[in-house]
């Protein structure tokens, strides 16, 4: 009964470490889209944030580098998807949208309706009002393309 107990709760914080992981990737992104993409600066300022003790810094660094190493594969996908100018994107909707691409893309490890709501959630907190709803279809497209196995499988269900 115990065992159970601290399995779940194991279980549960590495989940909300990966959505700490996940948020603090998306600030790491818009720094590098706002400013310059100096990776090994913003590796170690975000480390001053507050939220990285509850992180999962493997995760973290991972998806960080994988949208650092492939960031124009990923732009020349993203603007594919939409229906404005990539300019006209908020940055911190793009920074979620190009760490979620990158999950469905190269980390096919976590379920894309994971990727998907966990960018959903973190646009809700972060992004613009009805953010989440852009963000939403754009990741659908995308996990239709790169995860179409799964996302046939769930989908004709």
């Given at each position: 009964?115990?065992?159970?107990?601290i399995t779940q709760s194991k279980s549960?914080?590495?989940i909300n470490n990966r959505r700490k992981s996940r948020e603090l990737v998306m600030k790491s992104i818009y720094r590098g889209l706002v400013n310059t993409f100096d990776l090994t600066q913003i590796q170690k300022d975000i480390r001053d944030d507050p939220d990285f003790i509850r992180a999962d810094e493997k995760f973290y660094v991972e998806i960080l580098k994988g949208v650092f190493k492939n960031l124009e594969?990923?732009?020349i996908e993203i603007t594919s998807y939409l229906d404005r100018s990539y300019d006209e994107l908020s940055?911190?909707?793009l920074s979620i949208?190009?760490?979620s691409l990158y999950e469905l893309k190269y980390s096919n490890s976590v379920p894309y309706k994971v990727v998907i709501n966990e960018a959903i959630e973190i646009t809700k907190t972060f992004g613009g009002?009805?953010?989440y709803k852009y963000?939403?279809?754009i990741l659908n497209q995308a996990a239709e393309k790169n995860r179409k196995e799964e996302f046939n499988k769930i989908n004709k269900l």
């Open positions: 009964m115990i065992d159970s107990k549960r914080k590495k594969t990923l732009k940055p911190i909707e949208i190009y760490s009002i009805d953010g963000i939403n279809a």
